[in-house]
């Protein structure tokens, strides 16, 4: 199954019903053109035999949608109306409850410049090219449903990308990684990586936000929502749109879980620490970093030669108690009213274990439908370098534990190496 972003869920049948997405006038910066490019993620949970549109136009100048035939269709009209383009998939797909890509492209101007891809294989039957300008300019603009209010979609949708007056030749896999990785996953932040430029529609947000274009062209507004967050618990990866609020920062400096030397000037005591409960959109985190004072962690050669000194010093009280004379001087720099036992005062230095330089991180975690998190990762450090973690699941609660003898000043989980390095 690939691992894509953030999704939302369009339900046609149960409540709240028909939801849908509409711009109510033309997209900012819209023009007529012969090129297209469109991309999206799709999981079919319903609806098996129906027409279920994902793009649509006033007019019908613009439609993508899955035919009553469980085909996949493009088709794309001229001023006059008139079909100058029309392809089928030659495969069906149904409520398979899979996350699929989808890739579209043409440039009308050249009879062999049309591309339809799901999950980058070639599917497409082209019955219908002509070199023609497609109109997309229209009063309305519609995502899954057409503007009559029915066709509407059912299934979750992320990713949506769509972009008028552009071209790009999705048989040349450079170019099918602008939006899938090798993996087969889903490309965080396609944004203007493809062409150099934002597109006119990019839906890449959370479910709640999903309406909120990172496109060019301005925002849409729900219909018979609020949408629905398409993860589920049985899911191993899962939807993320756009870049995921990051796991806020764990600064131990910051309140009362200081983590901190327990005695001034003797070696540190070992700790046991764990955050609080943070509830973050579904994310994977793959990296992390540990910034703590690696270096100032006293070595066991040190703590040996303070535990000397102190031995030292109580061998020679003890020859000074056996001394009378001795008795009005000072001891342990303490005038003698204020002594109290041989060796009190003396720094006390706990032995050093065998790895004192490392702090262990564990990262804990619950994913939709479990109440409690549970270990996912468990790493021990030596450096202020970042680490990779299994970013594969997704969670919706993450906790974070550290242990060790080091001061951390920040522990940080991250979607990425990427990320940490903006922060």
Same mark, same amino acid.
Not at 128 to 137: G, Q, S, W
Not at 241 to 258: F, K, Q, V
């Given at each position: 199954?690939?691992?894509?972003? #953030?999704?939302?869920?369009?339900?046609?049948? +149960?409540?709240?019903?028909? #939801?849908?997405?509409?711009? =109510?006038? $033309?997209?900012?910066?819209?023009?007529? &053109?012969?090129?297209? !490019?469109?991309?999206?993620?799709?999981?079919?949970?319903?609806?098996? =035999?129906?027409?279920?549109?994902?793009?649509?136009?006033?007019?019908?100048?613009?439609?993508?949608?899955?035919?009553?035939?469980?085909?996949?269709?493009?088709?794309?009209?001229?001023?006059?109306?008139?079909?100058?383009?029309?392809?089928?998939?030659?495969?069906?797909?149904?409520?398979?409850?899979?996350?699929?890509?989808?890739?579209?492209?043409? $440039?009308?101007? !050249?009879?062999?410049?049309?591309?339809?891809?799901?999950?980058?294989?070639?599917?497409?039957?082209?019955?219908?090219?002509? $070199?023609?300008?497609?109109?997309?300019?229209?009063?309305?603009?519609?995502?899954?449903?057409?503007?009559?209010?029915?066709?509407?979609?059912?299934?979750? !949708?992320?990713?949506?990308?769509?972009?008028?007056?552009?071209?790009?030749?999705?048989?040349?896999?450079?170019?099918?990684?602008?939006?899938?990785?090798?993996?087969?996953?889903?490309?965080?932040?396609?944004?203007?990586?493809?062409?150099?430029?934002?597109?006119?529609?990019?839906?890449?947000?959370?479910?709640?936000?999903?309406?909120?274009? @990172?496109?060019? =062209?301005?925002?849409?507004?729900?219909?018979?929502?609020?949408?629905?967050?398409?993860?589920?618990?049985?899911?191993?990866?899962?939807?993320?749109?756009?870049?995921?609020?990051?796991?806020?920062?764990?600064?131990?400096?910051?309140?009362? /879980?200081?983590?901190? #030397?327990?005695? *001034?000037?003797?070696?540190?005591?070992?700790?046991?620490?764990?955050?609080?409960?943070?509830?973050?959109?579904?994310? /994977?985190?793959?990296?992390?970093?540990?910034? *703590?004072?690696?270096?100032?962690? #006293?070595?066991?050669?040190?703590?040996?030669?303070?535990?000397?000194?102190?031995?030292?010093?109580?061998?020679?009280? *003890?020859?000074?108690?056996?001394?009378?004379? &001795?008795?009005?001087?000072?001891?342990?720099?303490?005038?003698?009213?204020?002594?109290?036992?041989?060796?009190?005062?003396?720094? !006390?230095?706990?032995?050093?274990?065998?790895?004192?330089?490392? +702090?262990?991180?564990?990262?804990?975690?619950?994913?939709?439908?479990?109440?409690? %998190?549970?270990?996912?990762?468990?790493?021990?450090?030596? @450096?202020?370098?970042?680490?990779?973690?299994?970013?594969?699941?997704?969670?919706?609660?993450?906790?974070?534990?550290? /242990?060790?003898?080091?001061?951390?000043?920040?522990? $940080? %989980? %991250?979607?990425?190496?990427?990320?940490?390095?903006?922060?």
């Amino acid at each position: 199954m690939a691992a894509v972003l #953030q999704a939302t869920e369009f339900d046609a049948i +149960v409540s709240p019903t028909n #939801q849908h997405l509409r711009r =109510g006038a $033309d997209y900012t910066g819209n023009v007529d &053109s012969k090129k297209l !490019i469109v991309s999206f993620w799709f999981k079919l949970t319903g609806l098996d =035999g129906f027409f279920i549109q994902v793009i649509g136009s006033q007019g019908n100048t613009i439609i993508i949608d899955r035919k009553s035939n469980n085909k996949w269709h493009v088709e794309l009209r001229n001023e006059a109306g008139a079909i100058i383009f029309e392809s089928d998939t030659t495969s069906t797909f149904t409520s398979d409850n899979v996350w699929r890509s989808f890739l579209f492209s043409c $440039d009308l101007d !050249i009879s062999f410049r049309h591309h339809l891809l799901i999950d980058e294989i070639d599917v497409e039957n082209n019955t219908t090219f002509t $070199d023609d300008t497609i109109d997309f300019t229209r009063s309305d603009q519609s995502i899954c449903a057409d503007l009559a209010d029915s066709n509407f979609y059912h299934g979750c !949708i992320s990713n949506l990308y769509y972009n008028p007056g552009e071209y790009l030749n999705f048989s040349i896999e450079s170019n099918r990684r602008f939006f899938i990785d090798a993996n087969g996953n889903a490309v965080p932040d396609v944004g203007s990586n493809p062409t150099g430029s934002a597109p006119l529609v990019y839906l890449n947000r959370i479910f709640s936000e999903f309406q909120n274009n @990172s496109g060019s =062209g301005g925002d849409l507004i729900v219909q018979d929502g609020p949408f629905v967050d398409c993860l589920i618990a049985d899911e191993p990866d899962g939807p993320t749109a756009g870049t995921p609020p990051p796991l806020p920062i764990i600064n131990p400096g910051a309140d009362e /879980s200081t983590i901190e #030397q327990w005695e *001034a000037g003797s070696s540190k005591l070992s700790y046991l620490w764990r955050s609080k409960s943070f509830e973050v959109n579904p994310a /994977s985190f793959s990296a992390g970093k540990i910034e *703590a004072d690696f270096a100032a962690v #006293q070595t066991q050669s040190e703590i040996d030669a303070i535990n000397a000194q102190r031995t030292a010093d109580i061998a020679f009280n *003890a020859a000074l108690l056996t001394d009378p004379k &001795s008795l009005a001087g000072p001891m342990n720099n303490h005038a003698m009213n204020n002594l109290e036992l041989n060796g009190d005062g003396l720094i !006390i230095v706990t032995p050093a274990p065998g790895q004192a330089e490392t +702090v262990t991180f564990k990262l804990y975690g619950a994913r939709r439908g479990e109440t409690e %998190a549970v270990l996912r990762h468990s790493i021990t450090v030596s @450096s202020n370098k970042p680490f990779r973690m299994d970013g594969v699941k997704k969670y919706r609660k993450v906790e974070i534990e550290l /242990s060790g003898m080091v001061t951390v000043r920040e522990a $940080d %989980a %991250a979607t990425s190496v990427g990320e940490l390095q903006k922060r």
